[in-house]
């Protein structure tokens, strides 16, 4: 066993892991925060995003003593005081999601997407998810999703 | 997947000191995962990816490129877009955002095969089992090397940031327990022959500290084309790194690498030299890449990427030539 003190969501958490524990698995079976999902466990389908430091990554293709001494954001930490993040808000408002499946690691890719350039183009945006796959959608109205937000922003 | 014992490196000396018997480990994306099928099993993991090995670096003569350095942070380097657009494309068209962020330029180099049976333990694979056999020669093998292959394996090389480093002659810095050395590219991929295990020139315990890329004025009118069986998000069917040094009209020097056709990441000296001297035209760039895939043994299900690679330089080439 290893310990790790990871901060997620703001909050300073330590715990003895096993090395082989992923991230995702800390954070769904270890702290309870289900909203990060796992989908194609082969760092594929970018549904098991959350941010590290403020940079997007796939947290089942990461062990959790990687995170170690670092910061974690998941879906659960962007509602601040009840109120949802203007990006949550953007998908709801334009309908970015069906099954709800993808949408965790969507936003949060998304929310990259617009901190390192609030003005990203739509061509920007597109690629800018390329990582992030959703069965449901087609993809327009996430694109339009975070168009809003960035609208919105300014 | 299987236990193992996890380290953090302190210090290059302390990874080095820990490495023989051990793997290294960056990001984590090829060997995380790798490790998630149990296709490798190391017992001991060495994380080396807070070592100060990040910096980019430019020199008199070229720039060097720590190994821990993110694929995200490469491409994205005002000197490296500026001096070697071949390179920041390169990146830009392989895996996604969030694995560009962690992934490094150490792990691109040594990121293992996509070969389907490498990935599948209950068929025969030489690099994965010596001796087994090898699933993809009578398989299905859309997305095999048809270069550079043996009849023990023929799994293809799928990074993109390799074939822009092959193209512009990248040097590779290594530490291990008896010391510094210095690897060129084309050297450090071996070919799979009869030892399809053996994939890299590295020691027992050799760390990658730094990429060192010279300067050149091909380097700075080059390109990078990927086709792949989608737009974004795909490995390579065929890709091309070119860069063209152009005086009074004619090519001066060349630089040519092909990517997803071989079984390292190929390239042809013996096409840049036929573009010396030549007019930046079509029909030069249609004999270098004649030249380029010379060689190729295709079979069943990818006697395609014989013209594909083809008409990929061709387009590289074209495009190199027009500057950016
Ligand atoms: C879904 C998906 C899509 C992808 N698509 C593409 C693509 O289109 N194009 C492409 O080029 N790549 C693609 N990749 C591969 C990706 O680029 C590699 O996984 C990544 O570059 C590996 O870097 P890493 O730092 O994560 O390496 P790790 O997984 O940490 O390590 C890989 C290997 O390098 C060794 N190593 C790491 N650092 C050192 C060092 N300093 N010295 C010695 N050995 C070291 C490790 O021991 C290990 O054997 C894709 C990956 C995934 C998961
Ligand atoms: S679950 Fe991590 S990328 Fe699909
Ligand atoms: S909304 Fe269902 S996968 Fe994207």
């Known amino acids: 066993m290893t310990s790790v003190t990871v901060t997620v969501n703001g909050a300073s958490k330590t715990h003895q892991v096993e090395p082989r524990l992923l991230l995702v698995h800390y954070l ?14 082969t760092g594929q389908c970018g549904a098991c995003t959350v941010l590290l430091d403020g940079a997007a990554v796939k947290s089942c293709s990461l062990f ?7 910061s974690v954001t998941t879906i659960e930490g962007l509602a601040k005081d009840g109120k949802m993040h203007a990006m949550q808000d953007a998908f709801w408002q334009e ?28 061509a920007e945006i597109r690629t800018g998810l390329e990582g992030n796959l959703c069965r449901c959608t087609g993809y327009h109205n996430i694109v339009k999703a975070v168009q809003a937000a960035a609208q919105k922003a300014r | 997947m299987r236990h193992f014992s996890y380290q953090r490196a302190a210090s290059v000396e302390d990874a080095v000191r820990a490495g023989p ?48 350095a993110t694929n995200s942070e490469v491409a994205a380097h005002p000197e ?72 023990r394996c023929i799994a293809l090389h799928p990074s993109d940031m390799c074939v822009a480093m092959a193209a512009l002659q990248a040097v590779i810095h290594v530490r291990g327990p008896n010391g510094d050395r ?11 022959g009869d030892h399809p295990e053996r994939e890299f020139a590295l020691e027992p315990g050799e760390l990658v500290l730094s ?56 390239r042809v000296p013996e096409a840049e030299q036929a573009l010396q001297g030549q007019s930046p035209e079509r029909v030069a760039f249609q004999r270098a ?26 387009r590289a080439l074209t495009l190199a030539a027009e500057g950016a």
């Open chain 1, 64 to 70: 959790a003593v990687q995170a170690d001494g670092r």
């Open chain 2, 182 to 192: 210095d690897i060129p590219f084309g050297d450090f991929h071996l070919l799979p």
């Open chain 2, 80 to 151: 490296v877009k500026r001096r070697f657009p071949v390179l920041s494309e390169a990146l830009l068209s392989g895996a996604s955002p969030q694995l560009r962020n962690v992934a490094t330029v150490a792990g691109n180099l040594m990121q293992r095969t996509r070969c389907a049976y490498y990935r599948d333990l209950a068929t025969a694979c030489n690099k994965r089992e010596p001796g087994s056999g090898c699933a993809a020669l009578e398989g299905w093998t859309r997305m095999h090397a048809i270069l550079g292959g043996s009849e």
């Open chain 1, 95 to 122: 309908h970015g999601l069906q099954c709800g499946f993808c949408t965790p690691g969507m936003i949060l890719s998304a929310c990259e997407i617009l901190e390192r350039n609030p003005r990203a183009s739509e």
């Open chain 2, 21 to 68: 018997g051990a793997a290294f480990l960056a990001g984590g994306t090829s060997l995380v995962d790798l490790m998630k099928l149990e296709v490798l099993n190391p017992s001991r993991l060495v994380d080396v990816s807070r070592l100060d090995l990040r910096g980019i670096e430019a020199r008199p003569d070229g720039l060097r490129i720590g190994a821990c």
């Open chain 2, 289 to 314: 890449a004649e030249i380029a895939v010379r060689g190729a043994q295709t079979r069943r299900d990818n006697a395609f990427k014989m013209e594909l690679a083809r008409r990929t330089a061709v």
């Open chain 2, 211 to 266: 990429v060192f890329i010279p300067f050149s004025a091909a380097g700075m009118r080059s390109r990078y084309v990927k086709v792949r069986d989608r737009a974004s998000y795909a490995f390579a069917l065929a890709s091309c790194a070119a860069g063209l040094e152009i005086a009074s009209g004619k090519i001066r020097a060349a630089q040519l690498a092909l990517g997803g056709v071989g079984t390292k990441p190929w």
């Open chain 1, 28 to 41: 769904r079976e270890t702290l309870s925060l289900t909203g990060t999902h796992v989908g194609c466990d």
